[in-house]
Nanobody
């Protein structure tokens, strides 16, 4: 199983970024993808997840109304759209996956992880 993220970078507060997570080595349409982040000096935090049936689950209240998740099963790719970014969103962002049908795992129950792009929100 391999996860490859892309789309990180620097943006000013209030700006937007879209991260992509491309998965390979998984049974198509039979896995959930979650996004996590880790800021310097802090523990890794679950953000949100999308199930194989396209249902989304928010792990973090702090991103509700600003972040959304979507997936393109034909491309085996999941997208994290981040709007209204704040300096406190600065972190390394990771996608992770676990074989699962129709639901999202709990944040501590993911099996495979990507490398993680840096997202920096600063003026």
């Amino acid at each position: 199983v391999q996860l490859v993220e892309s789309g990180g970078g620097s943006v000013q507060p209030g700006g937007s970024l879209r991260l992509s997570c491309s998965a390979s080595g998984l049974t198509p349409n039979y896995y959930a993808i979650g996004w996590f982040r880790q800021a310097p000096g802090k523990e890794r935090e679950g953000i949100l997840c999308i199930s194989s049936s396209h249902g989304s689950t928010y792990y973090a209240d702090s991103v509700k109304g600003r972040f959304t998740i979507s997936r393109d099963n034909a491309k085996n790719t999941v997208y994290l759209q981040m709007n209204s970014l704040k300096p406190e969103d600065t972190a390394v962002y990771y996608c992770a996956t676990k074989p699962a049908y129709g639901h999202c795992p709990t944040p501590d129950n993911y099996a495979y992880w990507g490398q993680g792009p840096q997202v920096t929100v600063s003026s």
